[in-house]
């Protein structure tokens, strides 16, 4: 695969991750109920971020942004993701998965602006 597929390939897996994130952040802040659909694709993000051992590759590299970028730390991970599953997340848990949005957000404009330079 060249490097533009593979740039490519990660812009998509982020726009995906950020999007995930941003519909469950838009329905938390009106006060919605996120359905399962909703909560299931950012669950499942923070459970491979707080295990990563069978993670795909694009995981990895996720997790070392948010932890960089965001200073969140692998328990982070786990408390977003055990108040998922309860569907109560804390007033602190939506402002780290806005701060996990922000840095998707990052990185899908930089991945696309290396694209458009490529």
Not at 49 to 66: F, G, Q, S, T, W
């Amino acid at each position: 695969m060249s490097d533009t597929g593979i740039m490519a390939s990660g812009y998509q897996r982020v726009r995906e991750y950020a999007e995930s994130v941003d519909r469950l952040l838009l329905d938390l802040k009106l006060g919605t109920a996120p359905t399962q659909e909703t909560i299931q694709p950012v669950l499942q993000l923070f459970e491979e971020l707080e295990n990563d051992k069978n993670a795909p590759a694009m995981v990895h590299v996720v997790r070392l942004l948010i932890r960089s970028r965001s200073a969140l730390s692998t328990g982070k991970f786990r408390t977003i993701a055990s108040q998922l599953r309860t569907r109560q997340p804390s007033k602190e848990t939506v402002q780290d998965l806005e701060r996990v949005a922000a840095v998707l957000d990052d990185e899908r404009a930089a991945i696309s602006a290396r694209l458009q330079g490529a």
